[in-house]
């Protein structure tokens, strides 16, 4: 079945820093989509990627879909205190939505 | 509002004690679905739904089941709950028939069973 690995599983940042979290699909994905959990809350959903290619900025989030559409990514720059929180990617495909490990930040003020 | 609702929020049961977490949206949407969050493992999708009386299997539907009678509730069933369904569940809608499925979560229900 579909897997979707998400790399690294751990972030910790400086404050002010950048830093990228990756995220790999076994099949080729229709659509992916970026979730944020804060600690001890729900996901809350931040984009939806669906070209081949396709690029998107949040503020100081930028998000990316690979060209083959089985890899995306998340950069986020300058990272602040209000980034902290495990960020999920979910690759979409036969009418299943599977979920990487996530990618939990922590900054260091 | 629209929002996602789910009880109980917490729960602590017996093995074998069978149970409901309920699950309502009030955005009509088609598309529903149950997840279990583990550590390090992410959210696994348990079941879902496309529409009224039409479900299908996620990842790890071993030990639960749903229904889907009316469009706004998504009832997850333990028959015969065990201690590895111990986690934290959250049901999730959406739109589903025009490409665009940004999933609304419920603020999720612990489970502890013992």
């Known amino acids: 079945g579909q897997q979707v690995m998400q790399i690294p599983q751990y972030q910790h940042v400086q404050e002010g820093e950048d830093f990228t979290t990756y995220c790999n699909s076994s099949t080729t994905l229709s659509n992916i989509q970026w979730y944020k959990q804060r600690p001890g809350g729900h996901p809350v959903f931040l984009i939806q990627l669906v070209k081949s290619g396709e690029v998107k900025k949040q503020k100081r989030l930028t998000f990316q879909f690979g060209e083959a559409k089985k890899n995306s990514s998340l950069h986020i720059t300058a990272t602040q205190t209000t980034d902290v929180g495990t960020y999920f990617c979910a690759g979409h495909a036969d009418y299943k939505l599977s979920f990487g490990a996530g990618t939990t930040v922590t900054v260091r003020a | 509002e629209a929002q996602v609702t789910q009880n109980p929020r917490y729960l602590i049961t017996v093995t074998g004690k069978k149970l409901t977490v309920t699950c309502s949206q009030n955005m009509n949407h088609e598309y529903m679905s149950w997840y279990r969050q583990d550590p390090g493992l992410g959210l696994r999708q348990i079941y879902y739904s496309m529409n009224v009386e039409v479900t299908d299997k996620g990842d790890v539907p071993e030990g639960y089941k749903v229904s889907r009678k009316e469009k706004r509730n998504f009832p997850l069933i333990l028959e015969s709950p065990s201690p590895n369904q111990t986690s934290l569940y959250f049901c999730?809608?959406?739109?589903?028939?025009?490409?665009?499925?940004?999933?609304?979560f419920g603020p999720g229900t612990r489970l502890t069973v013992t």
């Open positions: 999730a809608s959406s739109f589903f028939n025009d490409g665009y499925y940004e999933q609304y």
